[in-house]
């Protein structure tokens, strides 16, 4: 267990903002987790429950407690006894996602090959209900393992329990900040059955001559696509997408698909449509635009980053400025993803 004072959480937020926090607790174990948990006393107020800090934004130092968990892989597998295809992955909150993805790819078990590349921890993506390329994490999550805060006590929810939709979660609402996740458990098939429909996969495999990919030439093509648009925090910090795609009415939608035809937009269900955050700041001449020390990346408008020795404030006043223009040309609210603090 570590027990640190005022750390520097720099290299735990892919901002790249030098806050610190007040006291930084790290478990490397369940076990520590509910000895952390029993210990805390009410000047370690308040907490804040951090993974790979891959979207977080620290508004200044943190007059509270950072917990987290060890980063190390621990995987251990089990059998579905109900179905034959079915395998358990029993993942260690603190485990890099990405590397439990290679991992299953590896071993031949699928679901969540197009969720390659994603940065962050397993404990994450079950908060966060992580997504991309047409898979989200509650598509394989079923159990999640953690420490109420309240009690110590350890508690174990099913997928149900999560209250799971885009890029949400109890853990971000009822929940929040109430528990300590130690272990996500992925429900995965031997059965592949790649997902190819979301955006340019297929024109990528065709462009490589490939038409019926193996798991491992999807995830290829999912890195490929993701290195050519998003930028590497150890170059450029910054958290994936700052914004959630707006969900809106389908008059809405039409209102804005007549004024503006070939708009992209993702069709929710008979009455909602998500509109992607990113194409409405790039026409609203924001893509590539820097703004002090922050700036909207250049090839992908959804992403601010930090072009060197930005505050949290600094990516703030973009994030207002860039709200303020999609609501005044769309009349459109769009909300950060990135929680900030
Ligand atoms: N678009 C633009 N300009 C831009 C960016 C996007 O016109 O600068 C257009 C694209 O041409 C496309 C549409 O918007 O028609 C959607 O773009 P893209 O496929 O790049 O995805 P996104 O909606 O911007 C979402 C996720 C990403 C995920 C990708 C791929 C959210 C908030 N973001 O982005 O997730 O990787 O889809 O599935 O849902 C993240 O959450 O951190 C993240 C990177």
Redesign the pocket.
């Known amino acids: 267990m570590k027990d640190l004072k005022s750390y520097s959480l720099l290299r735990h937020n892919t901002f790249g903002i030098d806050a610190r926090c007040d006291r930084f607790l790290e478990y490397a174990s369940a076990e520590e987790a509910v000895e952390i948990v029993r210990g805390l006393k009410e000047t370690d107020q308040p907490l804040l429950l951090l993974g790979g800090g891959s979207?977080l934004l620290l508004t200044g130092d943190y007059h509270g407690t950072v917990i987290t968990p060890e980063n190390r892989f621990e995987v251990v597998e089990s059998e579905d006894a109900d179905e034959a295809d079915g395998i358990y992955l029993h993942c260690w909150a603190g485990t890099t996602f990405d590397d439990v993805v290679a991992y299953a790819v590896k071993q031949g078990y699928y679901g969540m090959e197009n969720l390659s590349l994603?940065p962050g921890q397993v404990g994450a993506s079950a908060i966060q209900n992580?997504?991309?390329?047409?898979a989200e994490a509650k598509d394989f999550i079923d159990e999640v393992r953690a420490v109420e805060i309240a009690t110590g006590n350890m508690v174990v929810f099913s997928n149900d329990d999560c209250e799971y939709s885009?890029?949400q979660s109890k853990f971000k609402h009822a929940w929040k900040d109430k528990f300590l996740i130690v272990q996500v458990t992925y429900k995965l098939s031997r059965a592949f059955v790649p997902k190819l429909d979301?955006?340019n996969i297929r024109m990528k495999l065709k462009e490589q001559g490939i038409g019926q990919p193996t798991a491992q030439q999807l995830r290829d093509v999912i890195i490929e696509i993701?290195r050519e648009?998003?930028p590497d925090p150890q170059i450029l910090g910054n958290?994936?997408?700052f914004?959630?795609?707006p969900i809106v009415f389908r008059e809405k939608y039409e209102q804005l698909a007549a004024e503006y035809p070939g708009m992209?937009h993702y069709t929710i269900d008979g009455e909602h449509e998500k509109i992607?955050?990113?194409?409405m700041?790039?026409q609203c001449g924001w893509?590539g635009r820097p703004l002090g020390k922050a700036g909207v990346?250049s090839?992908?408008?959804?992403?601010l980053v930090n072009l060197g020795g930005a505050t949290g404030t600094d990516i703030l006043n973009l994030c207002e400025a860039v709200r303020a223009d999609v609501k005044h040309k769309f009349d459109i609210e769009i909300y950060p993803?990135v929680n900030i603090r």
């Open positions: 979207n994603i992580i997504g991309a390329y047409g885009y890029r979301y955006g993701r648009k998003l958290a994936g997408s914004f959630m795609n992209p992607p955050a990113g194409w700041i790039e893509k990346h090839k992908q408008a959804l992403i993803e």
